[in-house]
């Protein structure tokens, strides 16, 4: 059973917020504590969380004036070009130095996702869709790239919940999933980077056509209406 951690809770209601356009890059964030009383958290908790999104860059923490929503493209956008980077590169590691225990946990993990496709439960697809990609970053054997996936999780987490709704994503996802894996399981480290290159490149086009204009069009409305 998942388990999930305080600061995760906070950091996705922070998100949920972001996504509904209610906080505008610039914005300045809810205090530590009034963080922590809206989520039903510890301010310890709270603080965690803002730290772990000040790390990536989201937001910025200033002493003595608050924390702040930076400004930038949308995060979810920024999150995938970034994720195609890191992945590439930790998919042809992984082809490099996955042992047979760690494709046997992969080629289990790609039974069970094939399964939730066929049964519709796109929330325990998306579930082990984030697991898949982190044990890659674990088999890759490089402990800074595999902190950066950590540090990004709930990012990835949220991310993987919205887009696998979308037409087709899980079909052509399940797909290119099963394609790295093979290039892993032959030891051909520029066949799975390229693979997970298309499979990340794939979903943005996915992205950008069916949820950035909807994103777009929110953040649009809720300036002009500040504006007022």
Known sequence: MKTTRSSDVVIKSLLDLIMKGEIMPGDKLPSTENLAKQTGTSVISARE????????????ISHGRGIFLTEGTPVMEELL????????N?????????????????ENLLQKMEKSIKGGDFAAFSDMDYEFHLSIGKAAGNRILLKIL?????????????????PNVIKTSSLRHREI???????????????????????????KQNVAPIEGKRVKNNKMVAQK
């Not at 969380?49 to 910025?60: K, R, W």
């Not at 070009?81 to 590439?88: M, N, Q």
């Not at 930790?90 to 992969?106: H, K, Q, V, W």
């Open 49 to 60: 969380a803002l730290q772990n999104l000040a790390s990536i860059g989201l937001v910025e």
């Open 81 to 88: 070009e970034a994720r195609k980077v890191i992945e590439s």
């Open 181 to 207: 894996f093979d290039a892993m399981k032959q030891g051909d480290p520029d066949l799975a980077g390229s693979i997970m290159t298309q499979h990340i490149t794939e979903v943005i086009e996915s992205w």
């Open 90 to 106: 930790t998919a042809m590691m992984a082809a490099r130095n996955i042992d047979s225990e760690g494709l046997d946990y992969i």
């Open 150 to 166: 950590e540090n990004i999780k709930e990012l990835l987490r949220y991310q993987l919940t919205t887009i696998n709704r979308l």
